[in-house]
């Protein structure tokens, strides 16, 4: 009878997938479509070949470069964030959680204006090193303060999906591995760190993905001087007008960052397997 | 015509056959408890018989009526989870009402029902509690209030003490046998632990690997058990392969021994089951068989002993203390050695093999 | 030694909120700022709020945000909510086959999301403000999937059999049982969906047409033109009442659990 019940209920989940197949597999079959025509809807592979073009493979490499470094730069600052707050013992997780999500309510592109004020020139950052008697820093509409809005906009994706792997660990285990007489490092470095890998792997997609993509923090903080691949791409649909080539570079980013997380995930199996027992 | 009636049902789940034209009759006001080790075919039995699960082939009947294809919600049977499943949303009131609710009886009735079955699990004044604030054994006794207000023919019991510690677990199994004699109804019990198969049962089901092993009292399954998987699984036994000379007379271990048992032919393969605590000791030489002590532990009412007799080593127990070491001999009362037919199949082999 | 430890790590958090925090307390200060200017400090004032209700492209791009965000966040969580049950019970690989699909919107770049959802849009239907609920639905569900199924799995299908048990329907048994149990789940998502909604710029910006605008494309739109005060006090507003909810689910649930130990 619940067997039944079960099939049964397994139908709620009809509306959804035929959403899916319409709002997020057919969109994809388009995109793919236009990227393999032309203008005159003829078959051609242009639209791809046209990623060798010297500007697009710069772009393309720049926000590589950009985004690997944003992503390091995000779990360096969000792993002891991460433990910090898991080793407070707050009763009520959620309150962390929104804690990261609460700055969102402000408006994203606000957000990075502000940055804006905070690095020109004459802005805030420089008028306290100059107070400080430190010099003045002149990074904005350069590759560091596109990288730096990187960081500020995707630090929480890094640092919730940790803390969550981190409460995850079993105490005893830690505690077991104390008794057992390990230091701290050894603790962190041998049984932390390797329980919240999940944790880890999946906030290096959710930093690395979206840095390899955006276009407005470069556009807001590069000041049209930082060239990423997402630029590129929004221009081919804005300005350009030619959404053949603006989806065969889109499908080469999505190859991309398919490729990045896959290798991303073997290495995580070859780690695995090469765990010493 | 019988209470409860399984007649040739079957279940299999991703194409493991759980239980295999299964008969089993109940009869009114009777405890039965299912036993059998874990995967035996026991709580799926009690799962059909709760309306969960539908046999793959097979009728169950209730009172003579085909309930087969009847859900779980019409039937007049209800169920105590292993896990109490009681609904951490609501008060202990609101959990026990439930059912009531759902039937639509009076407010007056209902605060009644609550009362009553309360006082009947030794919870009184608890209606306003909140689940998580009970301990294990509490939330227990409010699953089997839940339970018994609505009035089932039948309840059943999913392995209800496993949760609990071992004292707590003893004073329930006399609770729940007080309840059954107050409530007079069908009890249908599942466990794992034979203890409390053998303390509250008037009948027992031995089950192993979907098929039913032996049904029989306490008393039988205990004393008499048919074939090895029993007499292994229920208490601790000496189970031994030997040769039936002829009536009254079985040779193991390279000596014959009297019997009482008759009828199985002369020159038989069987095997012998000796309960530790039939064995005497005796000083070398007075015995059947010598034998070196090689082991003895104290556990509080008796002394285990392994006592080797060349290849073969005993399990005894006694009241009294035994060197380490000291040679003794063994004997057995006739009455006390109980002849079973060897396995028939390989499968029951092998359900022997997989249980030690 | 753990004096030091203790010291450092609150010295560590106050720099990691300092740094998220940083543009939010620059954009208050903004929001007093008597100054057209985004770096001249021009006094106190509070006329960027008394102006902000007569401003029509603010108060149009928000109203539109608004039901966008609404109308997108509701339909999500319905849509996800009874996904998230139907999944709950489907053969292993079949489920899995689904929360593959489910991981496309999130684990894909917003950017060709956006444009491949706009070749959908404009094939079928034109762009417009239903074509942005459309996209944003799209990426809201899997929030409220991925919110709902923990509960669902943390919960034991022997409270759903005991309430058949005790004579419910099937659905008496999930009105009754398992929906009190996944309320906090759905509330979570629809917030996510909330959340991501209002915070979301790439989609929205391929996904709708010529004038439409929400608060994040007008802002893009408008850049060169210069920033309107009265969205700085918008957005302070917005913030505000984000961090007042903040205190209340969390003073609430903190008073729960007071009482859930005595």
């Known amino acids: 009878m619940i067997s039944k019940l079960r099939t049964r209920t397994s139908f709620l989940a009809g509306p959804y997938a035929l959403w899916v197949l319409i709002c997020t597999v057919l969109p994809l079959l388009f995109i793919l479509y236009y990227a393999l025509t032309n203008d005159n809807g003829h078959f051609t592979l242009d639209n791809f070949t046209a990623i060798a073009d010297p500007i697009h493979l710069k772009s393309l490499w720049l926000s590589f470069q950009v985004a690997i470094i944003t992503t390091v730069i995000c779990l360096i600052m969000a792993y002891p964030a991460a433990l910090i707050l898991h080793n407070l013992k707050i009763s009520n997780k959620s309150f962390v959680v929104f804690l990261f999500i609460l700055p969102m309510w402000m408006n994203f592109m606000l957000r990075i204006l502000a940055w804006q004020n905070i690095l020109s020139n004459n802005g805030i950052l420089n008028n306290i090193l100059k107070f400080l008697g430190l010099g003045t820093i002149h990074i904005l509409y350069t590759k560091s303060a596109v990288i730096l809005g990187m960081v500020y906009d995707f630090l929480p994706y890094m640092i919730l999906p940790i803390y969550n792997s981190l409460s995850k660990i079993n105490d005893d285990i830690v505690e077991a591995a104390a008794d057992l007489g390990a230091k701290w490092h050894t603790i962190l470095f041998r049984i932390t760190l390797p329980l919240s890998k999940d944790g880890i792997i999946s906030g290096v997609i959710m930093v690395f993905v979206p840095s390899l993509s955006s276009f407005v923090v470069s556009n807001l903080l590069g000041g049209g001087k930082v060239l990423l691949i997402g630029n590129v791409i929004e221009q081919e649909f804005t300005l350009a007008r030619n959404w053949n080539l603006g989806s065969g570079l889109s499908i080469i980013l999505m190859i991309f960052v398919l490729l990045s997380m896959s290798i991303m995930n073997n290495e995580d199996d070859a780690g695995k397997g090469g765990m010493p027992l | 015509m019988e209470f409860i009636q399984f007649d040739k049902v079957s279940k299999s789940y991703d194409g493991q056959l759980i239980l295999d034209e299964l008969d089993l009759n109940v009869k009114e006001n009777s405890f ?325 | 030694m753990k004096k030091i430890k203790t010291a450092t790590s609150a010295i560590y958090m106050a720099i990691i909120f300092l740094f998220l925090y940083a543009p939010i307390f620059v954009l208050i200060v903004l929001s007093f700022n008597d100054s057209m200017s985004r770096t001249v400090w021009g006094g106190f004032t509070l006329q960027w709020y008394a102006n902000l209700p007569f401003n029509d492209t603010i108060m149009d791009a928000l109203f539109t945000t608004l039901r966008i965000t609404i109308c997108s966040s509701l339909l999500a969580t319905v849509l996800g909510t009874s996904a998230a049950v139907g999944i709950h019970h489907m053969k292993k690989h079949h489920a899995a086959i689904m929360l593959g699909a489910t991981n496309i919107p999130l684990l894909n770049a917003d950017i060709v999301t956006g444009i491949s959802l706009m070749l959908l849009f404009t094939r079928f239907t034109s762009l417009g403000e239903f074509s942005v609920v459309l996209a944003h639905i799209t990426f809201s569900v899997p929030y409220v999937i991925f919110n709902v199924l923990p509960r669902l799995q943390s919960m034991s299908d022997s409270c759903f059999e005991a309430a058949m048990d005790l004579g419910a329907s099937p659905a008496y048994a999930f009105y009754k049982v398992i929906w009190p149990e996944l309320i906090p789940g759905v509330l979570s998502g629809f917030l996510m969906a909330v959340t991501m909604s209002l915070d979301d710029f790439t989609i929205t910006y391929f996904t709708k047409g010529a004038g439409v605008n929400t608060l994040s494309t007008m802002l893009y739109t408008e850049l060169r033109k210069g920033i309107q005060p009265e969205l700085y006090a918008l957005s302070t507003l917005l913030f505000l009442l984000a961090f007042v909810m903040l205190l209340i689910i969390n003073f609430k649930s903190r008073n729960q659990e007071v009482k859930n130990e005595n």
Request: hydrophobic share 40%; proline share 5%; aromatic share 8%.
């Open chain 2, 32 to 356: 039965v408890t299912l036993l059998g080790p874990s995967g035996c075919g026991k709580t799926t039995t009690l799962r059909l018989l709760g309306g969960f699960e539908k046999p793959d082939s097979g009728n169950i009947y209730l009172n003579g009526t085909d309930i087969t294809l009847l859900p779980a919600n019409l039937r007049p049977i209800n169920t105590v989870f292993q896990k109490y499943a009681l609904f951490p949303h609501m008060t202990i009131a609101e959990n026990i009402a439930f059912g009531l609710k759902i039937q639509k009886k009076s407010q007056d009735y209902i605060n009644d029902k609550i009362k009553y079955a309360l006082k009947l699990v030794n919870l009184d004044g608890f209606e306003n509690r909140d689940i998580d604030s009970l301990s294990g054994g509490q939330q227990q006794r409010i699953a089997i209030a839940r339970a018994i207000v609505n009035e089932p023919k039948v309840l059943l019991l999913d392995e209800p003490l496993g949760a609990l510690d071992l004292k707590l677990r003893q004073s329930m199994q006399y609770e729940l046998m007080k309840l059954k004699q107050e409530l007079g109804i069908t009890f249908i019990y599942v466990t794992h632990d034979q203890e409390e198969a053998l303390t509250m049962s008037d009948t027992i089901v031995v089950m192993n690997q979907g098929y039913i092993q032996q049904i029989g009292t306490p008393e039988d399954i205990y004393n008499e058990p048919e074939n090895a998987f029993v007499a292994d699984f229920i208490g601790e036994s000496n189970i031994i392969e030997g040769i039936m000379i002829k009536d009254e007379l079985v040779q193991f271990l390279g000596v014959q021994v009297p019997c009482v048992d008759k009828g199985f032919g002369n020159m038989k393969p069987v095997d012998v089951v000796i309960r530790p605590e039939d064995v005497e000791l005796d000083q070398p030489g007075k015995g059947f068989m010598d034998g070196i002590i090689t082991g003895c532990i104290f556990k509080g009412v008796h002394y285990e002993l392994d006592v080797q007799c060349g290849n073969w080593e005993w399990m005894v127990h006694t009241t009294k203390y035994f060197e380490v070491g000291q040679q003794v001999s063994l004997n057995v009362i006739p009455f006390n050695i109980q002849i079973m037919n060897k396995p028939a199949s390989e499968d029951e082999e092998v359900l022997k093999e997989d249980d030690k």
